[in-house]
């Protein structure tokens, strides 16, 4: 079947360390794969995506790279700010499917 | 620039209620869905819809129904409450399921079933 896993939280890091988030998947094809992040009291919003293999998405200062032959795609950033501090989500897709895969969460607390 | 709308935004219940929790997005998206979110579980899908008069069961759609009269459209209802559904309601929609399309997610429903 489809699933994803995420590395367990919560993360704490202080300000300007450099974070890694793990994102692992299972995939009967090729999916495009996604990180949204939650902010608190407020729904999922878009982060990155990369739709095939090598491809790296990037948007603030957050990068993650499409591995597909270790079916990866961890989210980076090199410089943690408080303003990060939110729960992070791990999800695919597929191009002619009717469902989202969405990982467990991870929360991120960035402290001064 | 609305989004995708959702109302109520917090709700409690009694166990055996019924209520409908709204959904509307006015960017012309054709899929729409339900996802349903508690600690440690990520988010479930509940039930989704690829089209007006379309809608498919998710992981989870015991307790819920739906229904897509329109486009724009896509309410949730909970015909008998139970303490289970105690839970953060988000609906999202995009303008595809597949074709790579992100989706775009409500603020979410707090609900509540004493």
């Known amino acids: 079947g489809n699933s994803v896993t995420q590395m367990e939280g919560p993360v704490t890091l202080s300000e300007e360390a450099f974070l890694t988030i793990n994102c692992t998947y299972t995939?009967?094809?090729?999916?495009?794969l996604f990180w949204y992040v939650q902010y608190p009291g407020e729904g999922l919003q878009l982060l990155l995506k990369?739709?095939?293999?090598?491809d790296k998405g990037s948007n603030k200062g957050f990068e993650a790279t499409y591995r597909k032959e270790t079916t990866s795609f961890h989210l980076e950033k090199g410089s943690v700010q408080v303003s990060d501090s939110a729960v992070y989500f791990c999800?695919?897709?597929?191009?002619?499917?009717?469902?989202?895969?969405f990982g467990t969460g991870t929360s991120l607390t960035v402290i001064p | 620039n609305a989004g995708v709308t959702q109302t109520p935004k917090f709700q409690v219940l009694k166990t055996g209620q019924s209520m409908t929790l709204q959904c509307a997005q006015d960017?012309?998206?054709?899929?729409m869905s339900w996802y349903r979110q508690d600690p440690g579980m990520g988010l479930r899908l509940i039930h989704y819809?690829?089209?007006?008069?379309?809608?498919d069961q998710g992981e989870v759609p015991n307790g819920y129904n739906v229904s897509r009269s329109t486009t724009e459209d896509f309410p949730l209802r909970l015909l008998s409450a139970a303490p289970s559904q105690t839970s953060v309601y988000f609906c999202?929609?995009?303008?595809?399921?597949?074709?790579?399309?992100?989706?775009?997610f409500g603020n979410g429903t707090r609900l509540t079933v004493t």
């Open positions: 999202a929609s995009s303008y595809s399921a597949g074709r790579n399309s992100p989706l775009h």
């Open positions: 819809s690829v089209g007006a008069g379309i809608t």
């Open positions: 960017m012309n998206h054709e899929y």
């Open positions: 995939a009967t094809g090729y999916p495009s």
């Open positions: 999800a695919l897709s597929f191009p002619t499917g009717n469902q989202f895969y």
């Open positions: 990369a739709t095939k293999a090598d």
